[in-house]
């Protein structure tokens, strides 16, 4: 939509007001070419919460006002995901899980779970190598966007979400709708008993995570993030992980500039340095 046919006036000012907001509050760092996607999608917030201008709802999130502060976010994430998402990690999981020995839970976080495909993409996979002890497996799933993590716990997906995943593990996993569920299928109580989804913004100093995790899943959210910020959550992963642990990001998220940090097994796999990992496929 050009400027002229808007209906609140969003000025220059404006958008480089909001560019260092959800930097601040979670690492975003938007380019600009996301103008148009900005001012689309806060002005339909501006229409609901009954603001006249830009100028007075920025006031209203520099000022701390967390409701607001919670839509600002939520409006401003990119939430695509879908199940068994770069599908070549799963194996790489199942493997690297498939070594797991001892009596411990093999713990997983997946850090930006989006609406839940991914972390009930890896409770599958882990369902499926821990098959007489599935409880064996633990996975702690989380995202800033509180909205996306309220679907993510419904578990309930329309069932062109999951028309994509092999059918014997559908028929397993999920039990589809009828009467008034027509048309959603719901995630089996057994697979959710293994996921805990929790609120957690990347961005924070420090987590609820306790440290020995086995896996890190951290994909398609670092691109969001510029290089600095980048490198300190890489910091702050690494103390969490196991020394032969797996870090695993998005296709286009290379950690070439913390190679200091991590070892590039292929195909963005990566291990903390020092450790002795399962070599990527
Ligand atoms: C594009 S989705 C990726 C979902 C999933 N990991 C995948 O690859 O399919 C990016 C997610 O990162 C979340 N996110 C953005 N900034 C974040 C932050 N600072 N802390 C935690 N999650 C964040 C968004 O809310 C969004 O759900």
Redesign the pocket.
Known sequence: MGPAAREFNFTTRDFERVRRLIHAL???SLSDCKQDLVYGRLARRLRSSGSHSFDAYLNEIEAGNQTEIEFFVNAL??????FF?EAHHFPVLAEHAGRHKGAEPYRVWCS???TGE?AYSIAITLSEVFARQPAKAQIIAS???TQ?LEAARSGVYPLDRVQGIDPARLRRFFQRGSGSTEGLARVRRELAALVRFEQ????DSRWPIEPGLDVIFC???MI?FDKPTQRKLLQQFLPLLKPDGLLIC?HSESLMHCADLFRNLGRTVYAPLGGNPLPAR
């Open positions: 979670a690492g975003i994430t990119t939430n695509l995901t879908s998402r930006a779970c989006s991914e995202d800033l966007d996306v957690v913004n990347l961005l994909r398609n959210v969001y998005g």
